[in-house]
């Protein structure tokens, strides 16, 4: 069983700070790598899913790189917004099907 | 484009009692799986399904089962229902294969069990 981890639990950033976090997952049996976005009374957003090492993705501001071999991703949040403020969730899928999340890193940005 | 509809959004049960959620996919999603969110577990994945067939499985009790219609439209059923089943179920519709395809998630269900 997967175990995945994200740090840090929470950060507090203000407005034009740029940001990373961190999602650790056991490298073998990997799949695939999934971020998502969480903010308060909506749904999960999706932001990349990512399977080859090495692989970069930029969505706007929002930028990540994954590690398969050491087993790690980062998510970057480049000048952070107050819109920014949200929950952002990993989750690796083993080769088996199984879907591991993370439990996030809570992002507030002050104005 | 309608998104993915979770249908009660609230309910509260007694425990021992049973309930189903219903969660109707994006149109032409045909992959749907489900997910517990409790305050201490996190978003825990219960299971996939795929035209008609369960998929893929997280690790959660056979109280917890699930089935898909003909129209991709699925339900997740909890049966003996406990204390610790209060959660916030949250089922997503997928194009792609399992995994690696982008996830949209419904508003989900809150359910209370008394």
């Known amino acids: 069983i997967l175990n995945v981890e994200q740090s840090p639990q929470s950060l507090h950033v203000q407005e034009g700070d740029s940001t990373n976090f961190t999602c650790s997952f056991p490298s073998s049996n990997f799949y695939a790598l999934h971020w998502y976005r969480w903010e308060t009374a909506k749904s999960p957003e999706a932001l990349f899913v990512m399977t080859l090492n090495g692989d970069e993705k930029k969505k706007g501001r929002i930028s990540a790189t994954l590690n398969t071999k050491e087993g790690y991703s980062y998510l970057y949040i480049k000048g952070s917004q107050p819109e920014d403020s949200a929950t952002y969730l990993c989750a690796s899928t083993e080769s088996q099907g199984n879907l591991i999340f993370g439990k996030g890193t809570k992002l507030s940005v002050k104005p | 484009k309608a998104g993915v509809t979770q249908t009660p959004r609230y309910l509260i049960k007694t425990r021992g009692q049973q309930v189903t959620l219903s969660c109707s996919p994006i149109?032409?999603?045909?992959?749907v799986s489900w997910y517990q969110q409790t305050p201490g577990q996190g978003l825990q994945f219960l299971f996939e399904y795929f035209s008609e067939t369960q998929r893929n499985k997280g690790n959660f009790p056979g109280r917890f089962s699930g089935r898909q219609f003909s129209n991709s439209r699925s339900e997740m059923n909890v049966s003996t229902l406990e204390l610790g089943d209060s959660a916030l179920y949250l089922c997503?519709?997928?194009?792609?294969?399992w995994g690696t395809g982008e996830l949209f998630f419904g508003e989900g269900s809150r359910l209370t069990v008394l």
């Open positions: 149109s032409g999603h045909r992959s």
């Open positions: 997503a519709s997928s194009l792609g294969q």
